[in-house]
C-alpha cells in the first residue's frame, strides 16, 4: 500500500510543469460563464422566483449546453498532455525497468487523471450552485435532480475519458486524440439535433440528455416550460461503457511495445 501511495506521488510530481491547473481554470471559466449569461439575462431576472420558470432547472440547462460543446475538448487536452511527458526522454521504458508494471503505469495514470478532474468537477459545481444563490434564486435546490445530474456528468465524462486515455496512449502523435475531441463537441452538438433514438448511441451527446425542462406548445403562438423526467440511462451506460472501454484498453495496452 505505501508503495503505491508513493507511485501515486511520483506521478503527480511529473505534472508540475504542464500547466494543468491552468487548463482546468480556463474551461472552468467556460462553464460558469455561460451560467453566469443566462442567470444575468433580464427574462431569466424577471421570473427568478417563479416556480412555472424552474430557475434552477434553467441554470442547469445552460450549464450542461456548456458541458456538451467545452468538456470533450478540455478531457482530450488534459489527457494528451498527461501522457505526451512519457514519450519524451523513453520514459516508458524507463518505468518499466524501474519495477512498474504496464497495468501500473496504466491504473496509476489514468487515476491521477480522473483524480484531477473529480476536484475540477466538484469546484465547478460549488461554484454553479454559488451563481444561483448570488443571482437572488430563493426556490429550493431539487436535491435529488442534481445528485444524479452531478453523477450522471461524471459517469459521461469517465466514459469519454477511457476513449481518449487509450487513443493517446497507443498514438505517439497526440493531434490524433486532440482532434477526437473536437470532433466528439461536435457530434455531442449534431446529436442533439438527432431524435433521442439515433443520439443514444452517441454518448458525447449524453450531457444534453441530462437537460431537465422542455417547451411545449399549448396554442398556435404559445408555449409552456414543462419539466422533463429524470433520465438515468446515461449514468448507467455511460458506466458500463468506461468500465468496459478501461478493462479492454488495459489488456490491450499490456500487448503493445510502448
Known amino acids: 500500500m505505501e508503495n503505491r501511495i508513493k507511485k501515486f506521488q511520483i506521478e503527480s510530481k511529473k505534472y508540475r510543469h504542464l500547466y494543468i491547473p491552468i487548463i482546468f481554470f480556463l474551461f472552468l471559466c467556460m462553464d460558469i460563464g455561460t451560467v453566469l449569461m443566462t442567470a444575468l439575462d433580464s427574462r431569466f431576472q424577471s421570473k427568478?422566483?417563479?416556480?412555472?420558470?424552474?430557475?434552477?432547472?434553467q441554470l442547469l440547462n445552460s450549464y450542461l449546453i456548456a458541458k456538451l460543446i467545452f468538456t470533450p475538448t478540455l478531457l482530450s487536452v488534459v489527457i494528451s498532455r498527461m501522457v505526451e511527458i512519457e514519450n519524451t526522454g523513453h520514459m516508458w521504458k524507463m518505468l518499466k525497468?524501474?519495477?512498474?508494471?504496464?497495468?501500473?503505469i496504466f491504473n496509476i495514470k489514468f487515476l491521477s487523471i480522473f483524480k484531477k478532474y473529480t476536484v475540477f468537477q466538484m469546484l465547478e459545481w460549488i461554484l454553479f450552485l454559488q451563481v444561483g444563490k448570488t443571482v437572488g434564486i430563493t426556490i429550493p435546490i431539487p436535491t435529488e435532480r442534481f445528485i444524479i445530474t452531478l453523477l450522471s456528468i461524471m459517469a459521461i465524462s469517465f466514459a469519454i475519458m477511457t476513449f481518449h486515455y487509450f487513443l493517446s496512449m497507443v498514438c505517439e502523435n497526440q493531434l490524433i486524440s486532440l482532434a477526437f475531441g473536437v470532433c466528439g463537441s461536435l457530434a455531442g452538438i449534431i446529436g442533439t439535433l438527432l431524435p433521442l433514438s439515433i443520439s443514444k448511441f452517441i454518448p458525447y451527446s449524453y450531457y444534453a440528455h441530462l437537460l431537465s425542462t422542455e417547451y411545449v406548445r399549448i396554442g398556435e403562438s404559445q408555449w409552456i416550460q414543462k419539466e422533463v423526467p429524470l433520465r438515468l440511462y446515461p449514468l448507467l451506460v455511460s458506466l458500463l461503457l468506461g468500465g468496459f472501454v478501461f478493462l479492454w484498453s488495459r489488456r490491450k495496452i499490456k500487448g503493445l511495445d510502448i
Open 48 to 57: 427568478i422566483n417563479y416556480l412555472e420558470s424552474y430557475p434552477w432547472l
Open 97 to 104: 525497468t524501474s519495477g512498474w508494471t504496464v497495468e501500473e
